[in-house]
């Protein structure tokens, strides 16, 4: 999709700005239970800190950082 979003835009003479929210996992809840069974935050939950209404991963987690990272990568590449 990133690539397909990028093409069509430079045809227009556009350009495509993407942008993540890497550590946010929720918007309005922070009931792990709510997300799917094969969810990373369901299968890490040390890695979950809650804030306000919202779940996040904690960014002063070595392995949750790592995971954001590749994630990130993932879609670059």
Partial sequence: P?????????????????????????MNHTDLNKLSEDHPAR???????AYGKQLYYHPGIPE???FIVKCI???VK
């Avoid at 690539?3 to 993540?20: D, G, P, S, V």
Wanted: glycine share 0%.
């Fill in 2 to 26: 990133l690539a397909f979003m990028i093409e069509e835009t430079h045809k227009r003479n556009l350009e495509f700005h993407a942008w993540f929210n890497p550590y946010r996992i929720t």
């Fill in 43 to 49: 299968k890490h939950p040390d890695w979950v800190a």
């Fill in 64 to 66: 949750a950082r790592d």
């Fill in 73 to 75: 990568e993932e879609v």
